[in-house]
């Protein structure tokens, strides 16, 4: 009991110093085990192939999750029509900005540094293409469109993430 | 749409993102261009790349550089110094595979040539 009062109280401890929850999870993902020490431990037994997938899917979810929430908080005339009597509409549009997603900015520079890294892995594997005179296309075809699906999802994300930044600065 | 918050707009610059996402544009354009024309098989990049990384990619890239231009004489110097305005002006086309890119580009000529002349003075004395 008293152990498992110390572990929440350094869960608590964790969350409330501005980490980022996205690297958090990104970890999560690479198969590391949480720590909230950041003692991370890499869970070797996940193949790569299954990590990179998930991954990929996380950032598919990151942009639909900002995309719902743009959409969300500019259809006025839902709010409107919702709205009960002893509210106004602005405390419900508030309320309704907490069923979106918001980010902090460790978040943001999360997402800076994976695109920057993945900005760098996607020109160098169209380097590596270039280098071979365009042939072996059958071996390079997964890792350059791999790469560029990442890429491409990590730049959906950048886009759309500075709208929810913006309040924090 | 505005554009992006001034910090947010450094942030990104600082953190050396604008170079990078210029140079991947250039990088992944050029692919573009060239397969067809120096591949032993002539080839499009869709063949190499599907359909979920390339649909929209340069109207993302678009989106992002206009965003980050609007107002900000660094960025605009950046893409000024290093040639990029010829390389962005490519994207003035109607393109299946990237719709409304036409429209973005309009949006970045305009947060290009709203600050910085020079940029009119050269689209001024190329194309009219």
Redesign the interface.
Known sequence: MIANIFNITNYLTYFQTEKSLIKIIWRLLDGYEFDPFEEWNINENIEKEVKDKIKLRFLYFLHNAFEKTIHEKSQTSLIINYTPKNQTIHDLYDKKRELGINITIPD??FI??M??SL??A??LQ??K??EN???N?AE??GP??EI??Y??AI??V??LS?NF??SF? | MGGYNKIVQEVFIDNGSLALALKTLQAIYQLDRDLDKEAAIPFKITDVIEEDGYFELYLNFMRLTSNVVHINPTAQDYIYDNDYLFLLLSFTVVDVNNPYIREWSIVLIKNLTESKTIFFELLFKEFL
């Open positions: 943001y520079m800076i540094q695109f920057n900005s760098d996607t020109m169209i380097q293409f270039r005179n365009f042939e296309l390079i075809k350059l469109n560029i699906d890429f491409h730049l959906k950048k886009i500075r930044l913006s600065i």
